[in-house]
């Protein structure tokens, strides 16, 4: 597969700045080339988004877009946008154009334990939805067969958007949480006992938990067995939430969720859903 690292003038949507990854090239198998390019999505009252764009060269009609949430792991190098970018590459040489944006909160700001996180994830989410808007408006891709995939605070915002959207059929969601307070409490608030009831509530019909089931037999959940942030009582939560989803438990994987194999079922998972050609 020939990977094309476009730059400068030839992306739209508000300019490019560093090429992409060049090993983004080694996830392909397929002869078509590849686009990567490095835009801005504008979003109201807001920075403009980074993402990447990735689609085939080639042009027409009848492709698949995919929206790609990446996960929150300090110290961990895919931290960002470039977690899913070999997977979208791949996804290119079958027709499908994926848009990976930067997510911001809590990457780029701390919680802090009040109404304020509330707005934080609301203006996420926002831009998540604009950024959803830049791939449906990419030349060729068909609004009828696309997917978000997510990961951990990824799946999060992956499932209140989808919850939001009813052209939005398809989600994958890696290691979600179930509800916004709990890790933001555990990991930066460390709030008094008889404060934490309170702290939930400011997230009332925003926890993902409460909105999976919108999704019915569109969700994907792919859970790993020895994940220290995601436990047995969250991916029962899911379960009861989401009685029609799929669900995958990998026994032996951590929260990264970076096995082969877990990346092969979710290719599959995509391929019947999104109806992709080989």
């Given at each position: 597969?020939?990977?094309l690292?476009?730059?400068?003038?030839?992306?739209?949507?508000?300019?490019?700045?560093?090429?992409?990854?060049?090993?983004?090239?080694?996830?392909?198998?397929?002869?078509?080339?590849?686009?990567?390019?490095?835009?801005?999505?504008?979003?109201?009252?807001?920075?403009?988004?980074?993402?990447?764009l990735?689609?085939?060269?080639?042009?027409?009609?009848?492709?698949?877009?995919?929206?790609?949430?990446?996960?929150?792991?300090?110290?961990?190098?895919?931290?960002?946008?470039?977690?899913?970018?070999?997977?979208a590459?791949?996804?290119?040489?079958?027709?499908?154009?994926?848009?990976?944006?930067?997510?911001?909160?809590?990457?780029?700001?701390?919680?802090?334990?009040?109404?304020?996180?509330?707005?934080?994830?609301?203006?996420?989410?926002?831009?998540?939805?604009?950024?959803?808007?830049?791939?449906?408006?990419?030349?060729?891709?068909?609004?009828?067969?696309?997917?978000?995939?997510?990961?951990?605070?990824?799946?999060?915002?992956?499932?209140?958007?989808?919850?939001?959207?009813?052209?939005l059929?398809?989600?994958?969601?890696?290691?979600?949480?179930?509800?916004?307070?709990?890790?933001?409490?555990?990991?930066?608030?460390?709030?008094?006992?008889?404060?934490?009831?309170?702290?939930r509530?400011?997230?009332?019909?925003?926890?993902?938990?409460?909105?999976?089931?919108?999704?019915?037999?569109?969700?994907?959940?792919?859970f790993?067995?020895?994940?220290?942030?995601?436990?047995?009582?969250?991916?029962?939560?899911?379960?009861?939430?989401?009685?029609?989803?799929?669900?995958?438990?990998?026994?032996?994987?951590?929260?990264?969720?970076?096995?082969?194999?877990?990346?092969d079922?979710?290719?599959?998972?995509?391929?019947?859903?999104?109806?992709?050609?080989?």
């Amino acid at each position: 597969m020939a990977v094309l690292l476009v730059t400068g003038a030839f992306v739209s949507a508000g300019g490019a700045h560093a090429q992409a990854p060049a090993d983004a090239a080694s996830a392909g198998g397929h002869g078509a080339a590849v686009l990567v390019r490095d835009i801005e999505i504008p979003v109201p009252g807001q920075p403009a988004v980074r993402a990447y764009l990735v689609r085939p060269q080639r042009s027409g009609a009848g492709l698949a877009g995919v929206l790609d949430l990446h996960w929150f792991e300090p110290g961990r190098v895919n931290q960002d946008r470039t977690e899913f970018l070999a997977e979208a590459t791949a996804l290119a040489g079958r027709g499908v154009v994926s848009l990976l944006p930067q997510l911001t909160f809590p990457w780029a700001g701390d919680p802090v334990g009040d109404a304020r996180d509330r707005a934080a994830v609301t203006a996420q989410l926002d831009a998540v939805r604009h950024a959803y808007r830049r791939l449906l408006a990419e030349p060729g891709v068909d609004r009828t067969r696309t997917a978000v995939v997510g990961h951990d605070y990824g799946a999060m915002y992956a499932v209140d958007l989808a919850a939001g959207e009813p052209g939005l059929r398809t989600a994958v969601l890696l290691a979600p949480d179930a509800t916004w307070a709990n890790w933001f409490d555990l990991y930066w608030l460390q709030l008094p006992e008889g404060e934490q009831a309170a702290y939930r509530a400011v997230f009332a019909g925003l926890d993902p938990v409460d909105l999976v089931g919108r999704l019915g037999a569109g969700a994907y959940l792919q859970f790993a067995g020895a994940d220290r942030f995601v436990g047995p009582a969250t991916r029962a939560a899911f379960a009861a939430a989401a009685p029609q989803a799929r669900v995958s438990l990998y026994p032996r994987e951590e929260h990264d969720l970076g096995a082969t194999s877990v990346r092969d079922d979710r290719f599959a998972w995509l391929t019947d859903r999104l109806d992709l050609r080989d």
